[in-house]
């Protein structure tokens, strides 16, 4: 079962999350085997990173509304993305447009010419019209220009730019498991304003407490990220931390796709172009991009989505 373990180390500024999705990510890829659509293995392995800290990131600021982690540029994959609701039901896909070399890392897929981005998208439930979403971008290169080879790094650079605050994440994913380790120094009280900001800001890199465990944290490899289970690792790098647990959590895969939501995309279209592609093709198909699920329409169906509900005869109430 998919958890989410959040931990406080006991009167220390320090906070930390561990997340392991098993029958959700495997969830993710079934559906794009059996929809004859499956990723290159590299690509698979980037994605269930990314799921792992859209997880994490979602239960660490605990917003009301949808975090989209996003990172595009140009390699061949154009864009990679994870979407995490507040209840953290998860989905993720790719573009992919060109081959993706064995064991190819973030450079190799995204960021071949120094293009490559990643955007933090927050877009709260409920929003007003004209409101917009908060979004924050950072490349995937350091400090010096250098460019970042997995998403953890990216995300800590993130982190650090954006919140101030200090953060190591340790992020791994296969065909069974993805998972990820996050430890974040705590943001001091009145953050919120300028005084408190400048004050965080002066905090960064200087937090004993947190330097030793991020230390630590960093002692965490990806086979034992993946093989391990969550008291096994907590036991194993922080035996002598006074540690405070919280109730897990339990992530799912879910995808918000539907067909009344495709059939109001093809309303959009217009009659005409559907009706042109139904009579090139015989029907439309369209495959959501997360899930692998295929919706189709034929002429009857086309028909439907133009008439007026009141408009259409009621259904048989006959049993076949």
């Not at 859209?54 to 993305?81: E, W």
């Not at 250098?146 to 791994?172: G, R």
């Not at 086979?223 to 096994?232: G, K, R």
């Not at 509900?309 to 109430?317: L, T």
Request: glycine content about 8%; charged content about 25%; overall charge negative.
């Amino acid at each position: 079962m998919s958890e989410l373990h959040k931990f406080l180390f006991d009167g220390l500024p320090v906070r930390g999350m561990l997340v392991r999705l098993t029958d959700s990510w495997q969830e993710v890829l079934r559906r794009r085997e059996t929809a004859s659509d499956e990723f290159p293995l590299p690509v698979r392995e980037l994605l269930g990173e990314m799921a792992a800290a859209g997880v994490l990131m979602q239960a660490n600021i605990n917003f009301n509304g949808a975090l989209v982690l996003q990172v595009f540029g140009d390699g061949p994959v154009k864009l990679a993305v994870a979407e995490v609701q507040p209840d953290l039901a998860f989905r993720v896909t790719a573009k992919v447009v060109g081959d993706v070399p064995e064991g190819a890392r973030l450079e190799a897929q995204v960021n071949v010419e120094g293009k490559g981005r990643c955007a933090i998208t927050l877009d709260p439930q409920g929003r007003l019209p004209g409101q917009a979403p908060y979004q924050g971008v950072v490349s995937l290169h350091g400090d010096q220009r250098e460019p970042l080879q997995n998403v953890s790094e990216v995300l800590e650079h993130y982190m650090l730019q954006s919140e101030q605050l200090d953060t190591k994440l340790i992020l791994a994913a296969n065909d069974s498991i993805a998972a990820g380790l996050l430890i974040q120094r705590l943001p001091m009280e009145g953050v919120g304003n300028l005084a408190g900001q400048r004050q965080n800001e002066d905090e960064i890199g200087l937090s004993e407490a947190y330097n030793r465990i991020s230390h630590l944290a960093a002692t965490l490899t990806s086979e034992e990220l993946l093989s391990l289970d969550a008291d096994t690792v907590l036991r194993r790098l922080f035996w002598e931390e006074p540690i405070v647990r919280y109730e897990p959590l339990q992530p799912r895969f879910a995808c918000t796709c539907s067909r009344e939501r495709v059939g109001s995309m093809l309303q959009s279209l217009g009659q005409d172009e559907v009706d042109g592609i139904i009579e090139e093709q015989g029907k439309v198909e369209i495959g959501c991009d997360f899930c692998g699920s295929k919706y189709h329409f034929d002429a009857v169906d086309a028909v439907e989505l133009f008439i007026p509900a009141r408009d259409q005869p009621p259904g048989s109430s006959s049993l076949n």
